[in-house]
């Protein structure tokens, strides 16, 4: 896995784990997060429930498990991301943990996993950790993934690793974790929609793109803003059959 110095210098580059597009990450995270939103919306989960954010990074998803949850752990592997977690999503219902172990010797009802297990280019590694996955899971509970995959052979680099959709779901299945459902997801290279497409046109957004690195103030905040307005107009992102990305749920007997 790529190790937290690798993250802490992504972080205090772009002030956050994902994209280093500030227009697509703008513009992507807002769909991630009502990607998650509304599948939490579709499930009942006990008000006392416990989540797990696995790789959180600067913790947004871990504020919108903390509306449904009575406790939200966020674990990363660099303090210096989750100093900035801590200090952007401060709840009393969130802990920030930079230990893994300690992190997945608890039980959860949810374990949220965006973008993680790509970065688990090992595959021992990966079958290590998803072996924690399973026994960190409160019988009947799930894990959810978003990941991007590859069409054919696994293709990798030095921090990160596609592989096929089919060898995770054998890599899930190996630990005892059943595929339940898949959702196909936008991706802006790969599988953008016509309402990213217009929005990355547009000449204000083409503009702020190519200010954002140099951190000029109010920058980060109107891309923000365009980008959550454009994704919100967005009605073709969540269900993407042919998209590299998914979303995919995987749950455990509730035996």
Known sequence: MSGAQFWADRVRRYGHTGWSDAAVYAYDQRLRLAALRQWLDSQAFPAEATALDFGC?????CALL??????????DLAPAVLALAAQRHASPRIRY????EEALAQRYALILCVTVLQHVVDDAELH?????????????????????FASGTPAA??????????????????????LRSQRGFYHPGESPTPAFLAYRRRPL?????????????RVRGWLERLGAQAADADRDAMDR???????????RSAA
């Open 205 to 217: 957004v083409r503009l702020l793109s190519r200010l954002a690195p140099w951190r000029l103030p």
């Open 128 to 148: 290590a950790l998803l072996q924690r996955f399973a026994a960190a899971l409160q019988p009947g509970g799930q894990v959810v993934v978003l990941e991007t």
């Open 66 to 75: 903390a509306e449904r949850f009575g406790a939200v752990v966020g674990c």
């Open 57 to 61: 990074g600067t913790g947004d998803f």
């Open 241 to 251: 059959a042919g998209s590299p990305t998914q979303w995919l749920v995987f749950a």
């Open 157 to 178: 680099n030095g921090y990160l690793k596609r592989r096929t959709l089919e060898s995770l779901v054998a890599a899930f299945a190996a630990v005892g974790l059943a």
């Open 97 to 100: 943990s930079a230990d893994a």
